[in-house]
C-alpha cells in the first residue's frame, strides 16, 4: 500500500506540471490529454475533440439553443421558453429574455413562469422571495393601501380619511370601503336633539317673508311720494278757477279790508263835498 505522503507528493508533482503546460497554452485554449485545444467561440459548440493531427471542430448551435461563453461542450443550451411574451427573443449567443403581459406577475427571476395579479384598486402588492431550482421564485399577496379609517383615491393616487358622518349628527347612508368615501343622509340632520333641516327651513322663511315686507313698504312709500306732489298741483290749479274757493291768509286778508275801507272813506267823502258845493250856490 502507497503511503499517503507519497500520494499527495505525486498530485501536487502532477498539477504543477500541468498548470505548467497549460501555461505555454495561448487565450482561447484549454489542455486535453496533454494538449492545447482550441476552445469552441460563443455561438458554436465543439463537434471533434482535437488530436495530434487536428484541432478542435466547432460547429454553429443549431436553432432554439445558445452558447455564450467559450467553451468545450459537445452541444449548446436550449434557449429559455417564455411562458407569454419575449422581452428579447433568443439568439445564437444570448438566452431569451421572457416578460408577462399587462396584469400578470413574474413567478421567478427569468419570468419563465407568470402570474395573475389578483390585487384591485385599494391594494397594495406585497412580494416574497425564496430559493428553488437554481432560481428566485417569487410569491404574492395583496394587502390593503390604506388604514381601516381610510380610503384609496384612484384620481389622486392617495389614502384619504373617510367622513364621519356620526360626528357632524348625521345618518350613515354608506359606510364606505377601500375605494369610496362614506356617504351621509342629509335628510336625517339631527344634531342636540334638533332638526337642523326644519331650522333651516324656518330662518329662510323669516328672511323671506321679512324681504318681501320690506319690499312691499319701499314700493308703498315710493307710491305716496310720487301721489302727493300730483294732488297738490291739481288742487292749485282748480282753485285758480273759483276764487271763492280760494282762501287767502291773515296778512292778504287784512290790506284786502284796509283798501275797502280806503274805497268807501274816499267815496264818502265825495259824497260831502258835493253837498257843501250845492249849498254854498
Sequence with gaps: MIPLSISLAAMCALSIWTMGY??????????????????????????????????????????????????MFDRCEKCRPCQQEYAQKCTPTANANCSCGSGFLCSNNVCSNCKENKCITGEKLKTTTSLGNGLIEYSYHCEPSCPDNAYFDAKEDVCKPRTQCSIFGLAEQFPGNKTHNAVCDGREMHRNGGDFTHVFLGIGFVLLSFSLLVF????????????????????????????????????????????QDESTNSESFGLLHLEKVTAFR
Design 22 to 71: 497549460a501555461a505555454d497554452c495561448g487565450a482561447g485554449q484549454t489542455v486535453i490529454n496533454g494538449r492545447c485545444c482550441d476552445m469552441c467561440p460563443p455561438g458554436t459548440f465543439m463537434s471533434e475533440f482535437c488530436s495530434e493531427h487536428q484541432q478542435t471542430v466547432c460547429s454553429p448551435c443549431e436553432e432554439g439553443s445558445f452558447s455564450k461563453e467559450y467553451n
Design 216 to 259: 312691499l313698504s319701499c314700493a308703498c312709500i315710493k307710491n305716496l311720494r310720487k301721489r302727493k306732489p300730483h294732488n297738490t298741483l291739481n288742487h292749485i290749479i282748480a282753485g285758480s278757477t273759483n276764487t271763492s274757493d280760494f282762501h287767502l291768509s291773515k296778512e292778504e286778508s287784512g290790506r284786502e279790508l284796509i283798501i
